[in-house]
């Protein structure tokens, strides 16, 4: 299938130029001006549009269950996400007891094969650690999925590493050309917190925040960046919410340590007032929304690079689902949908109201995932030769959020009623139009398996 794309701006994390994209085989063939549309091809008008990568969405949850209530699956995440202008995620492969991580891993690319409208690559978790091999991460870097997920909370479910277990995943990781990511909470004050509310019978939406105060976070990720350094390994701090995370990472990089960090659209643009409102259950996750005071830190820290990405931490329940134990915090599934709004929200609230420039939107949603998560060089950017992975943009469409034009598993968005100006129009993966002019155009069975290379890469440091 050939395409000629033309009269589009393209934008990249260095720049954007006027330009013509011509696809070939799946792969971006030629960019330049005037370029001739070979016999056969289709041509596309972009004028008055952007041409962006396609976005990457390095945190997303797919089925996962949490008390019964099951999240989006494959299909129903991934046709939400096309339609949102991302083309690629990445989401997490959890072993239950006694499993291996090479089973579990055929498990999940069974569930995600021919249910896919984009590609997606896999996170392995290290949890149940009795079960673990000393060989599993070497061997997970080899298979392509080089990239592993730590939580120092949740130990009633097997997934809490210990620090001596988190110390040896980073050693290991480092030693193979493996990174680790953490989900970073300081459990036992939660618990505490938890019981306490419990006891004094406070356990609406709103006093979700107060079970999970600010510098649990700061403290967490301060103790995990101290193994990090000690142990001289790369590290990701997940779903960062609080200045008490910013302040540990930035003192972290000011030290020489390889510290990546994410934070999330709902972190930068909903506040904890949200939990107090008649439907606050819907807006629960973990961590919880914070104040406008944290949002602030957490742009700050987005323009000065001590956050390097932007991701949703996805994860998609039902109205009913949030509703159904709303008067016990405990017992909400935890998780918003974010992965098709990501881009929309952050053009309008972060390009457009003048708190990131194009290039950096890029960076933050499309390169640096590829570079730090070994997507690099096939995906990420716009070059001949790679991945013809890409979104056309309006960004003058305006545009009220609501489920219906999210097209995902869920009947509400924390979102919903919002007005956003700019929206992706067309979505192309591998040279395949996934949605086109804001129709489903692909098939489910379109998306494949992301079998990753080095990650953290740098200039000066990638794999050509």
């Not at 097997?158 to 110390?167: F, V």
């Not at 957490?298 to 390097?308: P, Y």
């Amino acid at each position: 299938m050939t395409t000629l794309i033309t009269g589009g701006r393209l934008v990249t994390e260095i720049d954007s130029y006027d330009a013509d994209i011509l696809i070939e085989d799946g792969r971006i063939a030629a960019i330049g001006k005037g370029l001739a549309p070979p016999d056969g091809a289709e041509v596309i008008d972009a004028s008055g549009k952007l041409v962006l990568p396609g976005i990457i969405d390095p945190h997303v949850h797919v089925s996962l269950d949490q008390g019964g209530h099951v999240s989006s699956d494959f299909r129903s995440t991934t046709r939400a996400a096309a339609f949102g202008g991302v083309t690629s995620i990445i989401t997490y492969v959890t072993p239950k007891k006694g499993q291996l991580l090479s089973e579990a891993v055929e498990e999940r690319k069974e569930q995600a094969e021919g249910n896919c409208h984009i590609d997606f690559g896999l996170h392995a978790s290290l949890v149940n650690w009795e079960d673990r091999r000393d060989d599993e991460i070497p061997e997970m870097v080899e298979a392509g999925i080089p990239s592993f997920k730590a939580y120092t909370v949740y130990s009633s479910s097997g997934l809490k590493s210990s620090e001596e277990q988190l110390y040896g995943a980073l050693l290991a990781a480092g030693q193979h050309g493996g990174l680790i990511e953490v989900h970073c909470e300081n459990e036992w004050i939660i618990e505490r917190k938890i019981k306490r509310l419990a006891e004094e019978g406070k356990l609406s939406p709103a006093d979700h925040a107060a079970s999970r105060p600010s510098y649990v976070e700061g403290e967490a990720i301060g103790a995990v960046l101290r193994a990090a350094y000690d142990a001289g390994a790369p590290v990701y701090i997940v779903h960062v919410s609080t200045a008490e995370g910013v302040e540990a990472i930035e003192e972290a990089l000011e030290l020489g340590l390889e510290v990546y960090a994410e934070t999330c659209p709902h972190f930068l643009l909903l506040d904890e007032g949200k939990l107090s409102d008649p439907n606050g259950q819907r807006y629960a996750t973990c961590p919880p929304l914070r104040s406008e005071e944290h949002q602030e830190n957490l742009w700050d820290a987005l323009d000065e690079g001590s956050i390097q990405v932007i991701a949703t931490d996805h994860c998609e329940f039902t109205a009913a689902d949030k509703d159904e134990d709303a008067s016990d915090f405990r017992r909400i599934p935890m998780g918003l949908p974010g992965v098709g709004t990501l881009l929309p929200l952050m053009w309008h609230f972060g390009v457009s109201a003048g708190r990131m420039k194009e290039r950096d939107l890029v960076d933050r949603l499309c390169m640096q995932p590829a570079e730090i998560f070994g997507l690099y060089p096939g995906k990420g950017n716009l070059a001949v030769g790679t991945d013809a992975d890409l979104v056309i943009f309006d960004p003058d469409l305006p545009v009220s959020i609501t489920p219906e034009v999210l097209h995902g598993h869920s009947d509400y968005s924390p979102y919903e009623g919002q007005e956003v100006t700019g929206w992706p129009v067309s979505t192309m993966v591998r040279g395949y139009w996934v949605v086109k002019d804001r129709e489903l155009v692909g098939s489910h069975e379109l998306g494949s398996f992301i079998r990753r290379g080095k990650v953290c890469q740098k200039p000066g440091r990638r794999e050509s």
